[in-house]
């Protein structure tokens, strides 16, 4: 069974940096893009960043945000630098696996002084 879980959410002032931490198991992780989301509210679901091609990113973050993975832990990241306060949403682990999407639960970051 894929199991995502997120962790490393919180307040931070603008500026200010997170790291978010995704831990994976159910399928093999090294085989497999992880990807992160972020839904502000109002806001549809949108793509961050995805560690496909040694890490691709979405305009907004490009610069701020990196992407690792760590195929020993089973674990992906986001390094979070230079957070804006439109950063703030709940931000969602992802990997499609033969097809089939799986999703985290979130974990909520809110950038605000």
């Known amino acids: 069974q894929v199991q995502l879980v997120e962790s490393g959410g919180g307040l931070v002032q603008p500026g200010g940096s997170l790291r978010l931490s995704c831990a994976a198991s159910?399928?093999?992780?090294?085989?497999?893009?992880l990807n992160w989301y972020r839904q502000a509210p109002g806001k549809e679901r949108e793509l961050v960043a995805r560690?496909?091609?040694?890490?691709t990113y979405a305009d907004p973050v490009k610069g701020r945000f990196t992407i690792s993975r760590d195929n020993a832990k089973n674990t992906v990241n986001l390094q979070m630098n230079s957070l804006k306060p439109e950063d703030t949403a709940v931000y969602y682990c992802n990997v499609r696996v033969s097809g089939n999407e799986y999703w985290g639960r979130g974990t909520q970051v809110t950038v605000s002084s």
């Open positions: 560690t496909f091609g040694g890490g």
């Open positions: 159910g399928f093999i992780f090294s085989s497999y893009s």
